[in-house]
Every structure is written in structure tokens, then in C-alpha cells.
């Protein structure tokens, strides 16, 4: 796997991401997002489930699913399947899943989500941020994969719809914020320039396009 950027584990893919930092104003789009991510979750222990290269500033252990990821992040890691998580019931007050499900045959989705309930304490929170497939998103993507301004595609199992993902929460978790992120700005995120990253204040007015979901569902207390 060392010299390949993606695999098919047991159905699911896995992959070396692109370095998003050679993508300035997707960084900046992707930090945005992990600062809403911030503002929901609850204070205490957190997992980030599939974290690529840059595990969220809020974490304290990440799984990951392709193996050099986890040996190099500097917060405790390990490789795995979120199908079945190694960590014992009521282990966290938080996980985390950024941009990941899509990569999952949709059959393993529930699955996933109900291991994150299982380790959550009561009370406890996950955050979801998934890729939207709006018109505009597929047009353009389409259009970027086509030019080869985008690497191979390997989204074989598509992007979730809003509803898919919100969905997916309330099926093990009461439902406690919902939005989509976007705008028609992402086409400038592909760009390596330096310059790029001052449309971050026009990307953050123009948020009209559904690009991604992001969802959050809790715990319920126990009686």
C-alpha cells in the first residue's frame, strides 16, 4: 500500500489524501469547518473517526483506516475499521467523522454511526460532516475530474444527500443541529495559489450552495 494513494478494505475505501495545505483556501475552508465542529461538541474525551493526515484540533485519539496516516499525526492513533471500534461502551463524550461515510458501502453506514453511539457516554455528541451531492457540486466536480484539475475519482459509492445524513444521526441519536455549507466559491479551492485564500471572507457571504451537510446528534440521558 506504501506506494498506492488509495485501496478497497472490505469494501470500504481507504486512501492517502491530498495535502490540503498545498490548497490555501480549501485549508482555510476545512478550518472553518473544524471550528463549527468545536462549537458543538460537548467538553471531555473525543475520538475522530478516519482523520486522513490532520486529525481535528479537538481529538484526543483517532482511527484510521489507511495505516501511515496514523503512525504520523502527533496525537495518539491507531489503524481500524469504524465498523467495529476497539474502545469499550461509554469510553467518550465526543467523536467526530469528517468527510468519510461516503467512502463506505451504504449498507455499512448505520453500522458505523451505532459503534459511535455505543462508545459515547450519555449525553455525548457526534459530529458529522459529509459531502452534499447539490447540482452544483456534481456539475463542477464533474467538469474538474474531466480537465484533470482533480485526481482520480474514488467517490465510488457517491456523496450523501442531506437528508442521507441527517438520516443516519436521528437513526441512534437525537437530532441537535443540522445545516449545508457551501458556496460557488469551492471552485477556487482546487487552486494552489497563495492567493486564493483572500476569497475566504467572499466564501463565507455566499454560503447558498449545498456543498456539504453538517450534523450533530446527542446521546440521550439515561432515566
Same mark, same amino acid.
Given at each position: 500500500?506504501?506506494?498506492?494513494?488509495?485501496?478497497?478494505?472490505?469494501?470500504?475505501?481507504?486512501?492517502?489524501?491530498?495535502?490540503?495545505?498545498?490548497?490555501?483556501?480549501?485549508?482555510?475552508?476545512?478550518?472553518?469547518?473544524?471550528?463549527?465542529?468545536?462549537?458543538?461538541?460537548?467538553?471531555?474525551?473525543?475520538?475522530?473517526?478516519?482523520?486522513?493526515?490532520?486529525?481535528?484540533?479537538?481529538?484526543?485519539?483517532?482511527?484510521?483506516?489507511?495505516?501511515?496516516?496514523?503512525?504520523?499525526?502527533?496525537?495518539?492513533?491507531?489503524?481500524?475499521?469504524?465498523?467495529?471500534?476497539?474502545?469499550?461502551?461509554?469510553?467518550?463524550?465526543?467523536?467526530? +467523522? &469528517?468527510?468519510? *461515510?461516503?467512502?463506505?458501502? /451504504?449498507?455499512?453506514?448505520? !453500522?458505523?454511526?451505532?459503534? =459511535? @453511539?455505543?462508545? $459515547?457516554?450519555?449525553? +455525548? &455528541?457526534?459530529? *458529522?460532516?459529509?459531502?452534499? /451531492?447539490?447540482?452544483?457540486? !456534481?456539475?463542477?466536480?464533474? =467538469? @474538474?475530474?474531466? $480537465?484533470?484539475?482533480?485526481?482520480?475519482?474514488?467517490?465510488?459509492?457517491?456523496?450523501?444527500?442531506?437528508?442521507?445524513?441527517?438520516?443516519?444521526?436521528? @437513526?441512534?441519536?437525537?437530532?441537535?443541529?443540522?445545516?449545508?455549507?457551501?458556496?460557488?466559491?469551492?471552485?477556487?479551492?482546487?487552486?494552489?495559489?497563495?492567493?486564493?485564500?483572500?476569497?475566504?471572507?467572499?466564501?463565507?457571504?455566499?454560503?447558498?450552495?449545498?456543498?456539504?451537510?453538517?450534523?450533530?446528534?446527542?446521546?440521550?440521558?439515561?432515566?
Amino acid at each position: 500500500m506504501s506506494e498506492a494513494t488509495w485501496d478497497v478494505q472490505d469494501g470500504a475505501i481507504v486512501e492517502r489524501p491530498r495535502d490540503v495545505q498545498q490548497h490555501p483556501l480549501l485549508e482555510r475552508i476545512y478550518q472553518r469547518h473544524d471550528r463549527l465542529i468545536a462549537d458543538r461538541l460537548p467538553a471531555g474525551r473525543t475520538l475522530e473517526l478516519a482523520f486522513g493526515q490532520h486529525m481535528h484540533p479537538r481529538a484526543d485519539i483517532g482511527l484510521e483506516g489507511w495505516p501511515s496516516n496514523a503512525k504520523t499525526v502527533r496525537k495518539p492513533a491507531l489503524a481500524g475499521d469504524a465498523r467495529s471500534l476497539p474502545f469499550d461502551d461509554d469510553s467518550f463524550d465526543a467523536v467526530i +467523522g &469528517r468527510r468519510f *461515510l461516503h467512502h463506505v458501502p /451504504p449498507e455499512d453506514r448505520e !453500522r458505523i454511526v451505532a459503534e =459511535a @453511539a455505543r462508545v $459515547l457516554r450519555p449525553g +455525548g &455528541r457526534l459530529a *458529522l460532516l459529509e459531502g452534499t /451531492p447539490g447540482l452544483y457540486r !456534481r456539475l463542477t466536480k464533474g =467538469a @474538474a475530474f474531466r $480537465l484533470g484539475a482533480l485526481d482520480e475519482d474514488t467517490d465510488i459509492y457517491g456523496h450523501l444527500s442531506e437528508t442521507a445524513v441527517t438520516d443516519l444521526v436521528e @437513526a441512534a441519536f437525537d437530532l441537535v443541529h443540522s445545516q449545508t455549507l457551501g458556496s460557488p466559491l469551492m471552485l477556487a479551492s482546487i487552486s494552489e495559489s497563495d492567493r486564493s485564500a483572500r476569497l475566504l471572507d467572499l466564501y463565507e457571504r455566499t454560503q447558498f450552495v449545498k456543498w456539504w451537510t453538517f450534523a450533530v446528534g446527542e446521546v440521550p440521558p439515561t432515566n
